[in-house]
Structure formats: C-alpha cells, structure tokens
C-alpha cells in the first residue's frame, strides 16, 4: 500500500506540471511497482523501462547522479526535504546555465550576459564573483 500512496504524492506534487511529461524512463528496479507505473498512466504519461541488464542505457542518469552528488550533495548537510528541494533547485539552475560542460567545448549552455574568457584576462571589463548555495560554487559576471 506505501507505493501506491507515495505514487499518488509524486502525482500530487507533479500535478500542475504533469501535463508537460510524456513518458518517464526507468529503470527496472523493484522499487517502482505496478501501482507507480498505473499512477503515471492514470496522468497520460508513458512508461518506458530499460531494457533488463543493461548498464550503458541509463548512462546519463548515472552521470548526472555523479555530478551533483560530487559537486554539491557531498558537501551539504540537508535536513529537511524543503532545504534539499531548494538546494537541488539551485544546483540545477547553475548546472543548466552557468556550469560549464566538456560536451560544450567547456563552454556554458547559456552564458552569463556574454562573459567570455578573453575579456577576464585582458582586464578590460571588471568582474564579480556571486556565491552560489552559500560559497559552494562560485559564478563569475560582468560588475554593472
């Protein structure tokens, strides 16, 4: 019966956005049983399982998993549920906009206000630091 209940409040935290999903890959572990897999379905999203013994078809997930547990999770103490959420949250917003990716050529997805490298070395634009999740990454910006 606990699945069932913490699919339904997976839904019901997901509710408002649910409509933005239209499948959900996992994985085959028995943790997600049935009623998870019904849940989703009730909501119109298509579960999609990895196929059985095969490491390399969760690749990404594994390698996101490693990222935020290496950079930032290993080095916070969360209490609660809400200071993960808001710390995940926040981790993800510098992971999508200002982290820099090997697959981008070291280069940001969406850089901050068109810092560039070349201009931090020349000194011809000063630069200030922001703390990010309280001093634990460091983003660099262009000072107004």
Known sequence: MRPVLQARNLLMDLDEQV????????????????????????????????PPRAPRANAHAERWVRTVRSECLDWTLIWRQRQLHRVLTEYLRHY?????????DLRSPRPASGLALVELCTGE???????????????????A
């Open 19 to 50: 409509h933005w999903f239209r499948y959900l890959i996992r994985d085959r572990d028995t943790k997600f049983g049935a009623a998870f897999d019904a849940a989703f379905g009730a909501a119109g999203v298509e579960v999609v399982k990895f």
């Open 96 to 104: 999508n906009t200002v982290r820099p990716h090997r697959g981008l």
């Open 125 to 143: 634009s000063s630069v200030q630091r922001v703390d990010v999740l309280g001093g634990l990454i460091y983003e660099y910006r262009r000072a």
